[in-house]
């Protein structure tokens, strides 16, 4: 059973290995992880993820975002996912919603069961639906996106990739 939980001190170490897992896979970015990728210092990404959550202490270059560990049955994060209240004029070709897993507990479900349960969130926060963003070649991704209502709604191109928006109607 997968948990979506907010990150604390107390998830440090574990997530220092899960960006670590990512970097010693050769990928730099992790989706879904409010900079947790570009963040040197635990303790500074946490707060700026803690500041994020409400309006009054949210970033003035960033939106209201809500930011999930996903951890297993052994509580060992497995993924990550955000969680984007609103869309400002950077975000509009981004979405509401990134998501990333890491790569050795890929193909298990866990980025279906995440974006399944961030649905529920959203709603329960007053949306109505959700845009997210896709590079065309990230199958795996689109099924995800698919499998949960995901609808094609247009497409982008950035840093000369196509990719396209798809709206989960909540």
């Known amino acids: 059973m997968l948990k979506l939980i907010r990150p604390t001190k107390e998830h440090e170490n574990q997530a220092l290995a899960f960006k670590e897992e990512f970097f010693s896979n050769d990928e730099k970015v992790i989706n879904g992880s409010e900079l947790l990728d570009q963040m040197s210092d ?8 803690t500041n ?3 309006e009054e202490t949210v970033n003035p270059d960033w939106v209201i975002t809500d930011t999930f560990f996903a951890v297993n049955e ?8 955000d969680l984007r209240h609103t869309l ?4 509009k070709d981004f979405g509401n919603c990134g998501y990333s897993v890491r790569p050795s507990e ?7 069961d995440m974006l399944r349960q961030i649905l529920k969130v959203a709603k329960e926060s007053g949306m109505d639906e959700l845009h997210l963003s ?3 070649d990230n199958e ?3 099924r995800t996106i698919k499998s949960n209502g995901g609808i094609y709604e247009r497409s982008f191109e950035f840093e000369s ?7 989960i109607v909540l």
């Open 52 to 54: 994020n959550i409400c």
């Open 88 to 91: 400002n004029d950077f975000l």
């Open 161 to 167: 990739q196509m990719a396209d928006i798809y709206r």
């Open 140 to 142: 795996p991704s689109i």
């Open 42 to 49: 635990y303790s500074e990404w946490l707060k700026s993820v």
């Open 134 to 136: 896709v590079e065309r």
């Open 74 to 81: 052994s509580n060992k994060i497995v993924g990550i996912i």
């Open 106 to 112: 890929r193909k298990k479900g866990y980025a279906t």
